[in-house]
């Protein structure tokens, strides 16, 4: 196995160049092909894994865990990390990442702070995820994304993909839309002006040669794309809550949309969902975001492989 990734962080999804994306990508579908016959591995027999998360998670911290033991190795961890580690006591982030170096080969972290990720690489002499800093990226999702919709649709080229909703505040698609820029995708972005993906991202995605529409009519959009990727308004990072409200119920996307639009969409989702996508859509075959989770954990088995080395 090509060793460029071991010992590295993955802070951003810039931390990956193209063919390191693939790699993860073709040594997650192998880990899924084995999955009947090879529920267990002992490729990361005696490492050991941290998980610290500050903010809620289950998918994210269940998929890496899962993805450890099925590798044979070994997690330690701390779910709410804010009130039950000794960031309670003042610790700095790049302490807490020096001190569980000495304890993990590997650490996974999620923090509300745009930065927390950088800060806490600074200290660990271990490779560190970023797995979210508040608004900023999830690498670690984009890289499940590239493969959901891989596998959904059998290729990345030549897609047109929507992402639709909080696409300020969403780390994921902060994330998601820079690693399609790798690939020859069209991309719609559809969300209310105030929730638009920031300037910055646009701008660079255009100039990485991407071809960007931006819009606030989903209809439109749904009747064009290939995938659509649907994200929550993250209430969580709104300062103002009636700004939130205002905002909540922006896009519902439903069964009778889909089949007035476009009945062969995936519809795709980094969940949780709170309302942006309506439970008649879940038994269409359209509908990926269940399955989009579950292939979390092979593509958190092939990144911890690879970095863990
Ligand atoms: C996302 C996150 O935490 O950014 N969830 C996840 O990791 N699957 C999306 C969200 O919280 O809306």
């Known amino acids: ?106 650490i996974v972290q999620r923090h509300p702070a745009v930065g927390s990720a950088q800060e806490a690489a600074a200290g660990a002499t271990v490779p560190l995820i970023n797995a979210g800093d508040g608004m900023g990226e999830h690498p670690t999702q984009a890289l499940l994304d590239l493969y959901t919709i891989q596998r959904e649709r059998g290729r990345l080229d030549g897609l047109w993909v929507g992402l639709v909703g909080d696409l300020k505040h969403g780390r994921t698609v902060h994330s998601l839309s820079r690693a399609l820029a790798h690939w020859d995708v069209r991309l719609t972005l559809v969300s209310p002006p105030a929730l638009a993906l920031p300037a910055t991202v646009t701008g660079e995605l255009r100039r990485r040669g991407l071809t960007v529409h931006e819009t606030d009519d989903l209809t439109t959009a749904m009747s064009a794309c290939d995938v659509l990727y649907v994200t929550r308004i993250q209430r969580e990072r709104f300062a103002d809550p009636a700004e939130y409200k205002r905002l909540r119920k922006s896009y519902v996307v439903d069964q009778a949309l889909i089949k007035h639009t476009n009945p062969n969409i995936t519809i795709m989702h980094p969940l949780p969902r709170v309302n942006e996508i309506a439970t008649d859509v879940d038994d269409l075959p359209g509908a990926a975001y269940f399955r989009q989770a579950a292939n979390g954990v092979w593509v958190r088995m092939a990144v911890l492989t690879l970095v863990v080395g």
């Open 1 to 106: 196995m090509p060793d460029s990734l071991a010992g590295r962080d993955i802070i951003t999804i810039d931390d990956l160049n193209k063919d390191e994306i693939q790699l993860i990508l073709n040594q997650a579908a192998r880990f899924e092909e084995l999955r009947q016959r090879r529920r267990k591995f002992d490729l990361l027999d005696g490492r050991v894994l941290a998980t610290l998360f500050y903010e809620p998670s289950t998918r994210t911290r269940l998929s890496f865990e899962t993805a450890m033991h099925r590798l044979g190795g070994d997690v330690i961890s701390v779910a709410e990390a804010a009130k039950s580690s000794s960031a309670a006591k003042g610790e700095t982030l790049t302490d807490a990442a020096r001190v569980i170096s000495g304890y993990a080969d590997v």
